[in-house]
T-cell receptor, first 113, second 117 residues
Framework: GQQVMQIPQYQHVQEGEDFTTYCNSS?????IQWYKQRPGGHPVFLIQ?????EVKKQKRLTFQFGEAKKNSSLHITATQTTDVGTYFC?????????????FGQGTILTVHP | DTEVTQTPKHLVMGMTNKKSLKCEQH?????MYWYKQKAKKPPELMFV???????INESVPSRFSPECPNSSLLNLHLHALQPEDSALYLC????????????????FGPGTRLTVL
């Protein structure tokens, strides 16, 4: 079945450093979504990418969708302590599994002040 | 109102108990989901309801029984759980379930943290 791999599993940075998490799917994705889960919280939708090669920005966050629509990345510029949490990518499962999102394992980001 | 609510926030139950988790959304969403999440792991899909009908059951043990009384409510009935079922149970909703081509963001509730003794 479809697999979505995400690296790194953990990332520790000093405040002000940049951060990137990468997501790779075993199959071509029609779109990819990114979620953030704060410690003790629940996943919150950040963005959806649909087009091949798409790049979207949200303030210090930059999201990319690969040309082959099998990989994606999230880059945070100049991290802040508010960026702490787990970042998940998620893609729709194929076939008849409409409604199913396949989540990556997540990258746990800690930011040291 | 862009919120998904879940009750209770915390639940401790014994292996012989019967309890229910509740989820509610008033965004007019027609797809609702139950997920199970263990610490430091991604959410794991359990069930999907679309237009109040069960559309996906991810081979979940029968001790978990979902119910969708109406388009705004989703319940998860629990019976004879095992300690390994202890986890955060998340409810989510999205505008619609279908169509890979135009996937809809999922709104998650705060979850119920379940402990089975």
């Amino acid at each position: 079945g479809q697999q979505v791999m995400q690296i790194p599993q953990y990332q520790h940075v000093q405040e002000g450093e940049d951060f990137t998490t990468y997501c790779n799917s075993s199959t071509t994705l029609s779109n990819i979504q990114w979620y953030k889960q704060r410690p003790g919280g629940h996943p919150v939708f950040l963005i959806q990418l649909v087009k091949s090669g798409e790049v979207k920005k949200q303030k210090r966050l930059t999201f990319q969708f690969g040309e082959a629509k099998k990989n994606s990345s999230l880059h945070i510029t100049a991290t802040q302590t508010t960026d702490v949490g787990t970042y998940f990518c998620a893609g729709p499962a194929g076939g008849t599994s409409y409604g199913k999102l396949t989540f990556g394992q997540g990258t746990i980001l800690t930011v040291h002040p | 109102d862009t919120e998904v609510t879940q009750t209770p926030k915390h639940l401790v139950m014994g292996m012989t108990n019967k309890k229910s988790l509740k989820c509610e959304q008033h965004m007019g969403h027609r797809a609702m989901y139950w997920y199970k999440q263990k610490a430091k792991k991604p959410p794991e899909l359990m069930f999907v309801y679309s237009y109040e009908k069960l559309s996906i059951n991810e081979s979940v043990p029968s001790r978990f029984s979902p119910e969708c009384p109406n388009s705004s409510l989703l319940n998860l009935h629990l019976h004879a759980l095992q300690p390994e079922d202890s986890a955060l149970y998340l409810c989510a909703s999205s505008q619609d379930r279908v169509r890979q081509e135009s996937y809809n963001e999922q709104f998650f509730g705060p979850g119920t943290r379940l402990t089975v003794l």
